[in-house]
C-alpha cells in the first residue's frame, strides 16, 4: 500500500484490509516500511499479529528478502504499508524507497490516491507513477476522499482510461474513525480508549468501498517464493539447532506499557530465540524489580505520563540501586529520558530515576527527527569500538545538563543530532542510554552485547 506522499491514506486503508481479511477467517501478516513504531502497532491490533519491520536502512538491504519470506511464509496474505512518497528515497536514484522495497519483493503496488480537489488531473498523476519506474508493478489504484459518487466515477473512468491501471474502490469522506493524533502521529494503540472499535471502523469502510476479491487476486499473481521460502525455513531451523545454550535461563527485563512502547518485534525476537526469558514489567503499575539479568527500556512517551511514573518511587530507587550493582541496562529514547534526573512540563518538573546528570524539555516542534549513522567511540558494555549503528531518532524533547559535568558517551554521530554536540550514548557502569533507535537485524551486536552483558551480571551474582 503506496501513497504520493505521506497522509494519503495509506494506514486506514492497510488497517481495514487486515482487519477484513481476519474477519474472513484470512492470516493476514502486516508488515512497515519505514521505522515508525506506531503505524506499526496499530497495523499489529488489526492483524492480530506482529507488525515486522521491512526498512531497508534498519535492518539492511540483505536482510529484506529472508526476513519477509520468514515472517510471511504461514500467511494467507502478507500487507506491506509502504511510507512517505512512493519513489521517495535517500537520494537522487531513489534507494531505500517504498518502490525499491516492492521491487525487490516482486510485490504489486496499490496506490492510494487522495482525490480531494481534482478529477481528471488523477490520470496524469497515476500514469507519471507507470511510467517513473518501469519494473515497478503498478497492479490498481484506491481513492481516498472521494466527493460523492459523480466525482468517482469521473475519477475512475479517466484513470482507467487513460493509463490502464484498475480502479478497485473508493473511500469517501468520512470523519469518526477514531483514528487520533498526536505529535509523532496516531496515538499509540496502548492509549487508544476504543481500539478495536477504531480499527473495525475502518474494516467497515474498507469492505464496503474496496472491491476485496480483487485484493486477493492481485496478490495471487505475485511471483512465487516456494523455494526460497523452502531454504529460508531449512536455515532457520539450522540456527535454532546450532543455538548455543550459555544464554538459557536468563531473564531479561522489557518495560512494557503505554508510557514504554516502542520495540521492534525481532529485536524482542533476537533475545528470545538466544535462550533469555523476557519479563514484561511497568514502571506505572509495579512496585518492584523482580529478580533480572538485564534490562531493556525501549521509547515511547513518558512525558504524557510523567507524573505517574515521578510517582512510583520505589520502583525508581530499586532501578537505580541495582545499577549501582551493576545491573545491564539498555535504554532508547524514552528511556533516556526516564534515566535523566527529571521530565519537565508546562505543569511542574517531575523528578526521574537520576543515573544520568541530564533533564529534559519537550519543545513544541521535533528536536531531531529522521535516520542516523554513529560509530561507537568509546568503551561502553554493549558494542564493539569501532562498530557502525544505523539507526533513526524521532523526539521532542531536549536534554538540559543538569550539573557542570556531563558522564561518557559511546557514540559519535556521523548523521543525526544525538545527545549533545554530535554525540549519543551516554554510559554509566553497565548502563547505555541514547536516542538512537537500532534495529536488530541491521545492528546484529545489540542483542548479543545484551547478552553477554547479562550473562556476565548474572554470574557475578
Same mark, same amino acid.
Given at each position: ?103 525487490? %519483493? ?9 482525490? &480531494? ?20 508493478? %503498478? ?69 464496503? &468501498? ?13 511471483? &512465487? ?29 522489557? %518495560? ?206
Amino acid at each position: 500500500m503506496a501513497g504520493l506522499r505521506g497522509g494519503t491514506g495509506k494506514t486506514t486503508l492497510s488497517l481495514g484490509l487486515l482487519r477484513a481479511f481476519k474477519a474472513k477467517g484470512l492470516a493476514a501478516v502486516a508488515f512497515k516500511k519505514g521505522p515508525d513504531y506506531i503505524d506499526a502497532g496499530w497495523l499489529s491490533m488489526a492483524s492480530g499479529g506482529s507488525c515486522f519491520n521491512l526498512d531497508p536502512y534498519l535492518i539492511g538491504e540483505g536482510n529484506i528478502l529472508p526476513s519477509f519470506l520468514r515472517h510471511s511464509g504461514g500467511a494467507d496474505i502478507s500487507i506491506i504499508e509502504g511510507n512517505r512518497g512512493l519513489f521517495d528515497g535517500m537520494d537522487l536514484e531513489g534507494s531505500q524507497s517504498t518502490s525499491r522495497l516492492a521491487t525487490e %519483493l516482486k510485490s504489486p503496488v496499490v496506490l492510494v490516491l487522495d482525490a &480531494s480537489k481534482m478529477t481528471r488531473t488523477a490520470a496524469a498523476m497515476v500514469l507519471g507513477v507507470k511510467k517513473f519506474e518501469p519494473a515497478l508493478k %503498478l497492479a490498481a489504484v484506491v481513492l481516498n476522499q472521494t466527493g460523492g459518487k459523480r466525482h468517482e466515477a469521473i475519477m475512475r473512468q479517466s484513470i482507467e482510461h487513460y493509463t490502464g491501471v484498475p480502479v478497485i474502490g473508493a473511500l469517501p469522506r468520512k470523519a469518526g474513525l477514531g483514528l487520533s493524533e498526536r505529535h509523532m502521529g496516531l496515538v499509540p494503540y496502548q492509549e487508544h480508549p476504543e481500539i478495536d472499535q477504531a480499527i473495525d471502523s475502518a474494516a467497515s469502510l474498507v469492505s464496503e &468501498s474496496v472491491d476485496l476479491e480483487r485484493v486477493m487476486k492481485i496478490a495471487r499473481q505475485c511471483q &512465487s517464493f516456494g523455494a526460497a521460502c523452502a531454504a529460508q525455513k531449512a536455515n532457520d531451523e539450522a540456527t535454532t539447532r546450532k543455538r548455543s545454550s550459555i544464554y538459557e535461563g536468563l531473564r531479561i527485563g522489557v %518495560l512494557q506499557d503505554s508510557a514504554f512502547q516502542f520495540y521492534y518485534p525481532e529485536n524482542l525476537e533476537a533475545l528470545a530465540e538466544a535462550g533469555a526469558e523476557l519479563t514484561p514489567l511497568s514502571p506505572l503499575t509495579d512496585m518492584d524489580l523482580p529478580d533480572i539479568d538485564a534490562l531493556y527500556i525501549g521509547g515511547g512517551f513518558p512525558e504524557t505520563h510523567a507524573i505517574a511514573l515521578s510517582r512510583n518511587i520505589g520502583f525508581l530507587k530499586e532501578l537505580k540501586n541495582r545499577i549501582e550493582k551493576g545491573l545491564p541496562v539498555y535504554a532508547e529514547c524514552g528511556g533516556l529520558m526516564y534515566l535523566g534526573t527529571y521530565i519537565e512540563l508546562k505543569s511542574g518538573r517531575y523528578q526521574m530515576a537520576g543515573v544520568f546528570p541530564y533533564g529534559f524539555t519537550l519543545e513544541s516542534r521535533p528536536v531531531a527527527h529522521g535516520y542516523t549513522s554513529a560509530t561507537v567511540s568509546a568503551k561502553n558494555p554493549f558494542y564493539p569500538k569501532g562498530a557502525v549503528l544505523n539507526g533513526h531518532e524521532f523526539h521532542y524533547s531536549r536534554p538540559v545538563r543538569d550539573g557542570a559535568k556531563g558522564p561518557a558517551f559511546a557514540l559519535t554521530m556521523k548523521r543525526g543530532a544525538g545527545i549533545e554536540n554530535g554525540k549519543d550514548g551516554l554510559i554509566y557502569k553497565n548502563v547505555f542510554a541514547t536516542y538512537t533507535h537500532t534495529h536488530a537485524l541491521g545492528t546484529p551486536q545489540w542483542a548479543k552485547g545484551l547478552l553477554k552483558a547479562a550473562r556476565e551480571y548474572s554470574r557475578g551474582k
